[in-house]
């Protein structure tokens, strides 16, 4: 069993950043690919950022246009880490934000590829 623990959410003006962390539990952490998903009120869940394993070189995936160029995912595979970074934040970033885990390395951009996920950390941005 995988467990994933999200911290570094909160509430933020519009234009500034935070920097979310997803601590996951696994003796094979580094093969894992991470992902990180949004849910804004009454919207799906969507796919934000994923990164493989080592295994794999497809690297970092992001999701929609909009958080590309603002939105950066990485690893620290000795710390069993996974961190997005978001700056330049908008109010339309405004959701729960969620680690997901999948074992098989290599990225998924559906929820229903990931086994397992975080309690979610609320990202509130205001105008």
């Known amino acids: 069993q995988v467990q994933a623990v999200e911290s570094g959410g909160g509430s933020v003006q519009a234009g500034g950043s935070l920097r979310l962390s997803c601590a996951a539990s696994?003796?094979?952490?580094?093969?894992?690919?991470m992902g990180w998903f949004r849910q804004a009120p009454g919207k799906e869940r969507e796919f934000v950022a994923g990164?493989?394993?080592?295994?794999?070189?497809?690297?970092?995936?992001y999701g929609a246009d909009s958080v590309k160029g603002r939105f950066t995912i990485s690893r620290d595979n000795a710390k069993k880490t996974v961190y997005l970074q978001m700056n330049s934040l908008k109010p339309e970033d405004t959701a729960v934000y969620y680690c997901?885990?999948?074992?098989?390395?290599?990225?998924?951009?559906?929820?229903?590829?990931?086994?397992?996920w975080g309690q979610g950390t609320q990202v509130t941005v205001s105008s």
């Open positions: 997901a885990v999948r074992p098989i390395g290599n990225v998924a951009t559906d929820s229903a590829g990931y086994p397992y």
């Open positions: 696994g003796r094979t952490f580094s093969t894992f690919a």
């Open positions: 990164i493989a394993g080592i295994q794999w070189k497809s690297g970092t995936t």
